[in-house]
């Protein structure tokens, strides 16, 4: 469960103070605003225009709610969980882009490998009755946890053991398997279970060129280039490399701290989310304070610390909007 949670209104207080974290100093920053419209939970969301697109996994009035950031109201809801032709059985990641001069919102269902895009405006006018601008099933032998559409057909991520990225044309039919995972200190465990010991989230640049990955249970971050006829890494981070062990043949189990759990890109950063504790068993997500900016190049340019722990971020401009789950539910803000 916590690995589908792919996770803003105080007076802005920055302070800095220097840290032993390995990479430099760091900048604790508090909560300027917040939404708290939530009744369910909130896992993931994307930014359009002066809203937000938030999957609710408890919704019920639909899983997916678009907020009104400046009013601090839902909006609507759509998308019921069920089996039906309008329905969905479990969601991974929310996608909004455009495509050929669209703006287009676009969904995968990760039970029945179902991957729906829907033009963004027409989901305001007609939300009681959406119509699909495409629908249509992957064809891929293997589990997918994520699908993004790019500039020259599909990416997604999954159990692939072959190949860290599926990527796949327009009509998302498979073209190969690219790029590697981390590297295997292991090699008596399958290719898939080290797919799933490497599966994290994903989020692709604004103009669709780049793609930033990064690894749950490892604290790396991995920028590649999806402009050529095969995705190639531009570069990494590394602040922990993969450690894990496999315990009653098939639960990957880490061995060291939580990685990153969160990534965004704007047009000139990149920002990742930053857990680096034991995971808790017992807790329903994995949650992280620590937030990462780099550059497209692949210099640390800063490091915030968050006054909590959040589950998923978003920047845009100069604000980042982070979902955080204690003491209830809620969306706050930062000013970076």
């Keep these: 469960m916590k690995q589908l949670f792919w996770g803003f209104l105080f007076f802005l207080l920055?302070?800095?103070?220097?840290?032993?974290?390995?990479t430099g100093v760091y900048t604790s920053i508090q909560a300027n605003d917040s939404?708290?419209?939530?009744?369910?939970?909130?896992?993931?969301?994307?930014?359009?225009?002066?809203?937000?697109?938030?999957?609710?996994?408890?919704?019920?009035?639909?899983?997916?709610?678009?907020v009104d950031s400046f009013r601090d109201s839902t909006l609507f809801s759509f998308l019921n969980t069920g089996g039906g032709p309008d329905e969905v059985?479990?969601?991974?990641?929310?996608?909004?882009?455009?495509?050929?001069?669209?703006?287009?919102?676009?969904?995968?269902?990760?039970?029945?490998k179902r991957y729906r895009s829907y033009a963004t405006?027409?989901?305001?006018?007609?939300?009681?009755?959406?119509?699909?601008?495409?629908?249509?099933?992957?064809?891929?032998?293997y589990s997918i946890n994520e699908l993004y559409k790019t500039n020259r057909g599909y990416v997604a991520t999954g159990f692939f053991p072959d190949g860290k990225f599926a990527i796949m044309n327009d009509s998302l039919e498979l073209i190969y398997y690219g790029a590697e995972y981390r590297p295997q200190e292991n090699q008596n465990f399958s290719k898939v279970l080290h797919a799933q010991a490497n599966i994290g989230k994903s989020q692709l640049s604004p103009d669709r060129k780049c793609l930033a990955n990064v690894i749950f249970h490892a604290g790396v971050v991995e920028f590649?280039?999806?402009?050529?006829?095969?995705?190639?890494?531009?570069?990494?981070?590394?602040?922990?490399?993969?450690?894990?062990?496999?315990?009653?043949?098939?639960?990957?189990?880490?061995?060291?701290?939580?990685?990153?759990?969160?990534?965004?890109?704007t047009e000139q950063n990149v920002f990742a989310l930053y857990a680096g504790e034991v995971?808790?068993?017992?807790?329903?997500?994995?949650y992280g304070k620590y937030v990462y900016q780099f550059d497209l190049d692949g210099n640390l340019i800063h490091i915030y610390e968050l006054d909590r722990k959040v589950l998923d971020i978003r920047i845009e401009g100069?604000?980042?909007k982070a979902i955080a789950?204690?003491?209830?539910?809620?969306?706050?803000?930062?000013?970076?």
Excluded at 41 to 59: A, H
Excluded at 122 to 141: C, E, G, H, R, Y
Excluded at 279 to 286: E, G, K, L, Q, R
């Design 14 to 22: 920055i302070s800095c103070r220097g840290n032993d974290l390995e």
């Design 35 to 66: 939404l708290t419209f939530f009744v369910g939970l909130p896992v993931d969301m994307e930014l359009y225009k002066d809203y937000l697109f938030v999957y609710d996994f408890f919704g019920e009035n639909g899983l997916i709610s678009v």
């Design 89 to 112: 059985v479990s969601l991974s990641n929310l996608d909004v882009f455009s495509n050929q001069g669209r703006n287009l919102f676009g969904i995968f269902d990760v039970n029945t």
């Design 121 to 141: 405006d027409s989901i305001f006018t007609n939300q009681a009755n959406l119509n699909p601008v495409l629908d249509k099933n992957v064809n891929v032998s």
């Design 224 to 265: 590649y280039n999806l402009e050529t006829d095969t995705i190639v890494k531009k570069w990494e981070f590394v602040k922990d490399e993969l450690d894990y062990t496999v315990k009653n043949g098939r639960n990957i189990h880490n061995k060291g701290v939580e990685g990153f759990i969160s990534v965004d890109v």
């Design 279 to 286: 995971s808790d068993p017992d807790a329903i997500a994995t």
């Design 318 to 320: 100069n604000n980042l």
């Design 325 to 336: 789950h204690s003491p209830e539910p809620i969306v706050v803000s930062y000013e970076l």
